[in-house]
């Protein structure tokens, strides 16, 4: 067996038998089906309960516009003096909608209150407020001499309908399907690079601290050992990815079964597609979402997240092996990271607040060019089509920048791995550079 | 005698600091050579270079006549003075992998691993962690794996630290059996006694500088005083006295004796042994006649002192 197989097969046996690996391995997704069931749980709980609204009208001039729906119910207490009426929603009902006696129309626009104990919810507000603009709206026209009637007959509702030039018609909120897509692949390549390069930077440092590292590279290159050690522990990782797709999946469908959610049928969709398809009310338009979605370069973006994946988990974890090198504990490594997180948290930001309003505009076009931030940035893209000779440039960059900085890395490493005792500064790592 | 290693005006230096300026050493095959030198003095980098863990800057290390590369690896065996092993790592795995990375086939380390476990009557702890273990077995440990791929060259820096009386001696024997099967050794050490007692050969480094190297006969004879120590018996002190110091230079000094003896230490300048014999006789009963040979201590302060 090579040197370089045997490293990365300690190194992945040290980081899988670790008891914190399996622990979190398989606690991880319980945790986080759990926590999703309660979530979808809890909301499905707000929603069947009815708040309670007393209205006391001095003049009778709008509770009859308040409709009970399903989520609120209106009851008029108008009847009672407006103390009593004050002291019974106080205790029975969630607050209470007092409108004065007015003079005219216009004066209910601010003179409307609302009574209660917790603040409204910016839902109920704006609803309350609608209906009043309509009643003064109405009286507005009256006094300018307009039907009202007519003018509703008269207002158009119009929808605009999205197609593409090549003839497919298009839907809205497809942007945020994409984007959803996109963001998740693009977060899943930073949460790996965060956790597993921090892995990798804690092996290194162990290795120092434990003094074994003097024995071990006098056999084998730091080159090897380094990038034994980087290889080792990305494959604990997909291993462990591997375990929480399947251990999720089937925790979903057992969830799903036994809490009646209906999700056996879309299981496949992922809550935010479920969420968009909720908002259209034909079956048709679903499919077109499904169609649309089956539409989407999934090929290219699988295969683009393989290849972003190792470029962006390789470029950052020789930064991290390079760190762990320099210092001596894991408390003295927080000022050398944080100029690595930065570009991550960057390429995150820009996906999900660039990308979504303008995916080829050049804010998002450069930093999904930019080695640091491209794994991240150019998978949110990628479902919205990007030109190869885009892809193709931000994939050399990256795997260019790689060589350079495992390089780069090296060095560091080589000097650092037998450096004890001060922390080093950025100057003196410089200085390694030359050694 | 061919020399198993031959460093060649070797320099390494740090930014503006040299640890190495312009060394050169010869081990011959199957010496045990003491490397000798305080801290700092530049022994560590040596042996890192000797390793191929750092590269001079210029110069060159000659292992067995071949220019170092990077398969001369599985020749050597090394014993860092910082040293350590995972410590959540199986003892038995550990040493397995160890042994693989100098090259060695996994039946063959497996073969050798049982046989010096047996040796040193540890086969119990084949399925400890390190971190089990307490300093002194780790140590043991440690030892096994520096020459279980049986090394031609075995570089020791402080190889005793750690160790209790008992276990020191233990090790110290095998490392004689390995270099009276041939093994070269080159001993990095503090503990002068140990090289007094262990090395036929050995050389001074200090501020970057080799000071003195050779056969440690040879040493001692360059840093001999022609100084004896004697002890008489006799009842004419001061008559004795008088001679002696026609010739010699003397002075009182203190050794260990069973008689009631005139105890002095004599310096013979110009003249030889045998005349200070027949003067020391004429006086009376000669009960110790000593050359003062210059201990490896001695010569170590005087050398970096100066």
Known sequence: MSILSLIIKREFIAKVRNKSFIVMTFLSPLLFVGMAVLVGYLSTMNKDSVTQIAIHDEAGLLKKEFKNDKYTNYTDLSAMPFKIAKDTASKSYEGLLYIPKVTSVQDLKEKVEYISEDSPSLDFISDVEEVIDSVITQENLKVLGFDAEKIDKAKADSSLKLSKFSGEESLKGLNEIKVAIGGLFGYLIMMFIVIYGNFVMRSVIEEKTSRIIEIIISSVKPYQLMMGKIIGNSLAGILQFLIWAIVGTLLFFIASTFLGLQMGASSTMSPEMMEAAGNVDKVAKLQMYFNEITNLPLVTLIISFIIYFIGGYFLYSSFYAAIGAAVDSETDSQQFLLPIIMPLILGVYIGFFTVINDPHGTIATVFSIIPLTSPIVMLMRIPFGVPLWQLLLSIGLLYGTFIFVVWFAAKIYRVGILMYGKKPTWKELYKWLKY | ?306
């Open chain 2, 1 to 306: 005698m061919s020399n198993i290693l031959e460093v060649q005006n070797v320099v390494k230096q740090y930014g503006d600091y040299t640890a190495l300026n312009n060394v050169s050493l010869q081990v011959p095959k199957g010496s045990i050579y003491g490397l000798l030198g305080p801290n700092g003095a530049g022994k560590t980098t040596l042996i890192r270079i000797i390793n191929q863990i750092t590269m001079p800057d210029s110069g060159v290390v000659l292992l067995d006549g071949e220019k170092l590369k990077p398969e001369h690896v599985q020749y050597i065996g090394y014993m860092p003075e910082e040293r350590g092993l995972y410590k959540t790592m199986k003892v038995g795995e550990q040493c397995l992998y160890l042994a693989q990375l100098k090259g060695m086939p996994y039946e063959e380390a497996k073969k050798q691993l049982k046989y010096w476990f047996e040796k040193f009557e540890i086969e119990g702890w084949w399925n400890k962690k390190i971190q089990e273990l307490s300093k002194g077995m780790a140590q043991k440990i440690q030892f096994i794996v520096t020459i279980l791929h049986q090394p031609k060259l075995l570089i020791l820096d402080e190889p005793f630290s750690g160790f209790d009386p008992v276990n020191a001696n233990l090790i110290k024997d095998e490392i004689i059996e390995l270099n009276k099967k041939g093994t070269s050794i080159i001993f990095s050490t503090h503990r002068m006694e140990s090289v007094e007692e262990m090395c036929d050969y050995i050389a001074l480094i200090h501020k970057s500088n080799k000071l003195i190297e050779g056969k440690l006969e040879d040493v001692k004879r360059q840093y001999r005083s022609n100084t004896f120590q004697v002890g008489v018996l006799t009842n004419n002190i001061e008559g004795l006295m008088v001679h002696l110091t026609q010739k010699f230079t003397i002075s009182q000094t203190n050794f260990k004796s069973l008689n009631d003896d005139l105890k002095l230490e004599v310096h013979l300048g110009q003249h030889n042994s045998n005349e200070l014999l027949s003067i020391l006789s004429q006086f009376g009963q000669v009960t110790h006649f000593v050359e003062k040979i210059p201990s490896v201590n001695d010569i170590f302060i005087q050398t970096v002192s100066k």
